[in-house]
């Protein structure tokens, strides 16, 4: 299998520090052909540009998470503008969005956080990576309030939520979840996603899909979630590959 376009990784992530260039520099031999690299904060976001630089076949996003709010100064539009502009392989603005799982979470700061870092995507007429964990009602409202670019990633909502979604011209990426043998709800969800909106990503180095459950994931474990994709498309796994790494790379704007 080649050609694998991860479109959500966290290479910068702390799990990755004792071999991080190993890995990266051994993906390509695994099959995996570009990479689009996440942000949590605004470190991230530097991070994620020192190695889009550093290696041909990865771009990065910058942005902030919604769990990052307390964190973030005022500035950060500033910080995140300035990041951007500074590297022509950051192809979008992300992880951003909305994350209401814990109990401390405070709306009106993610839901501003959510909207500004929009609005900048829009500016900058760039694609936008959406977080959204039990928050669909306000990640969706915002959406079609913006109608921005985009793709709903590690998607665990209904399969008329994804619709509504790729009705807004947005992209679904799905993960390892697919195989998970509680993944009744993504399975409708991916039949609901035409191929030409579905994006295959990782979310490294969490979610490692079955067989691969427990351990640190990497991108070339999409090999797992393709194959499970496609058998339920209806569809080749390597066509799969090649139908989601076009999307990516129309959505980020990447070329052969």
């Known amino acids: 299998m080649t050609g694998i376009f991860d479109t959500h990784s966290h290479y910068a992530d702390s799990a990755f520090d004792e071999d991080r260039e190993q890995i990266l520099s051994e993906l390509p031999d695994k099959g995996v ?33 919604p769990e990052s709010v307390d964190e973030t100064p005022p500035d950060y539009i500033d910080t995140l503008k300035s990041i951007i502009s500074a590297n022509p392989k950051i192809k979008a603005v992300g992880e951003i969005g909305l994350d209401y799982h814990y109990d401390n979470y405070d709306r009106e700061k993610q839901i501003s956080l ?70 009744k709800k993504a399975l409708k969800a991916l039949a609901a996603v035409p191929a030409d909106r579905l994006l295959m990503e990782t979310d490294c180095p969490y979610m490692a899909p079955e067989p691969m459950r427990g351990k640190r994931c990497e991108s070339s474990m999409i090999a797992y979630t393709a194959a499970k994709a496609a058998e339920i498309k209806g569809m080749d796994v390597q066509e799969l590959i090649d139908i989601t790494c076009r999307n990516g790379m129309e959505l980020f704007g990447i070329k052969d």
């Open 33 to 65: 052909r570009l990479i689009m690299l996440a942000a949590s904060d605004l470190e991230d976001s530097a991070v994620n540009s020192k190695l889009s630089r550093k290696y041909g076949y990865i771009y990065a996003a910058a942005g902030v998470h």
């Open 114 to 183: 959510f909207r500004r870092q929009t609005e900048l995507a829009a500016q900058l007429d760039l694609p936008v990576i959406v977080h959204s964990r039990n928050a669909t009602e306000d990640t969706v409202d915002i959406l079609r309030e913006y109608r921005p670019r985009g793709v709903v990633h590690c998607f665990s909502g209904s399969a008329e939520t994804a619709k509504e979604i790729i009705s807004l011209g947005m992209y679904i990426g799905f993960t390892g979840v697919l195989t998970f043998k509680n993944a």
